[in-house]
């Protein structure tokens, strides 16, 4: 079992920023990607980006340039630093580590994200 625990969410103003945390423990297995995926109210939930174990991140368009994902392997951790923050980020963003091979597929509770002046 691999648990996943998300931290930094909060409320910000339009133009903020914040950080958010992912800190994954259990039977974590390497290597596993990394993602951050996040439900606005009414909507579905939809990717935001992702990392490899090499440190190599992908963003989707709407957050390239404003958000910067990092992970530090040795502590199991994903940073999700978001910047110049929108209102159309207020969302709950979710963790959640994957790797096929060891068959692991895991979410964490979420955090929530408030964007509002």
């Known amino acids: 079992q691999v648990q996943l625990v998300e931290s930094g969410g909060g409320l910000v103003q339009p133009g903020g920023s914040l950080r958010l945390s992912c800190a994954a423990s259990g039977s974590i297995s390497s290597p596993y990607t990394m993602n951050w995926y996040r439900q606005a109210p009414g909507k579905q939930r939809e990717w935001v980006a992702a990392?490899?174990?090499?440190?190599?991140?992908i963003y989707t368009d709407t957050v390239k340039g404003r958000f910067f994902f990092s992970r530090d392997n040795a502590k199991n951790t994903g940073f999700l630093q978001m910047n110049s923050l929108k209102v159309e980020d207020t969302a709950v963003y979710y963790c959640?580590?994957?790797?096929?091979?060891?068959?692991?597929?895991?979410w964490g509770q979420g955090t929530l994200v408030t964007v509002s002046p």
């Open positions: 959640n580590v994957r790797n096929p091979i060891a068959s692991i597929n895991a």
């Open positions: 990392i490899g174990s090499g440190g190599i991140a």
